[in-house]
């Protein structure tokens, strides 16, 4: 426990400007006698860098209502991080299970849910060329039996029709929300800016930068999975489904791609425990 704090960079001296930093082992002596004097406040002032398996270090002050008050704040602390983690690892789990399905995840599926973003890294670069092959891809998709397409001519009419319908919608909700953006620039943006923008749209970007906004529209598409962002999906069905704990269906490697972040500053604190 005292370890944990002292590694922390937790203030537990005060000090007059110019002294000297304490050194680790100085903090941990100072930090010992503060334990040992007044375990109370010794508990109100480091509660935030404690863990539930540290409480037992006040047990001989356990009846003491400021005790069992940061006891309890604790304790939530540590539960609230153990099911954040959970619903993390299982929406994780539940996105790779929709990229090995396919559909949630295709280039198209995503255009739907976030025309603006798409138009932004992928859109906008497209050749006339590249544009058709999109479209027509996306007809040929439903006509040939798309998910939920029924069998035979009428099916394969009904879904063009649905996809040029769709299309539609599309384009308007995305005139919307590049309407939103630009007024909300027209408020932020000088003249300067306004030079800016048309140099930006002058830009043509190679092959290679090309792929790298592709990536970086699905990574982003994907970290709004993670968050909750989906509007339209309905996250209960993961976050309360037992079938996704089983992360074994994910590689490890491919976890940290989204988690290095978090998982190093986890076993940051498991380090400062042992």
């Known amino acids: 426990m005292v370890e944990a704090i002292a590694l922390s960079g937790s203030l537990v001296k005060s000090q007059q400007i110019g002294d000297a930093e304490l050194t680790l082992e100085q903090r941990r002596e100072e930090l010992l006698h503060q334990y040992r004097n007044k375990p109370l406040v010794f508990l109100e002032r480091y509660h935030a860098c404690l863990k539930p398996q540290h409480l037992s270090a006040f047990d001989h002050v356990s009846s003491d209502p400021r005790a069992q008050h940061y006891s309890k704040v604790i304790q ?15 929406r994780y789990a539940a996105l790779r299970a929709l990229q090995r399905e396919g559909q949630y995840f295709s280039e198209e599926q995503m255009r739907i849910r976030e025309p603006l973003l798409y138009e932004q890294y992928i859109g906008q670069y497209l050749t006339d060329e590249e544009m058709l092959e999109r479209s027509q891809g996306a007809m040929l998709d439903g006509a040939e039996g798309g998910p939920g397409a029924p069998a035979g001519g009428t099916g394969g009419l009904a879904h063009l029709l649905l996809n040029s319908y769709q299309e539609r919608l599309i384009q308007n909700r995305l005139q919307e929300e590049q309407e939103r953006e630009e007024g909300a620039q027209e408020e932020e943006e000088d003249e300067e800016d306004d030079d800016d923008r048309v140099q930006e749209k002058e830009w043509e970007p190679t092959p290679e930068e090309k792929a790298l906004l592709r990536e970086e529209f699905i990574s982003q598409m994907h970290q709004r999975f993670l968050d909750g962002k989906d509007k339209d999906f309905n996250y209960s069905e993961v976050d309360e489904n037992p079938d996704y704990d ?11 791609k989204y988690f290095d972040e978090d998982d190093e500053v986890e076993e940051d604190e498991e380090d400062m425990t042992e």
């Open 76 to 90: 939530t602390r540590s539960a609230g991080c153990t099911n954040r983690t959970r619903v993390r690892n299982q």
């Open 246 to 256: 089983n992360l074994d269906i994910v590689s490890r490697d491919a976890e940290d």
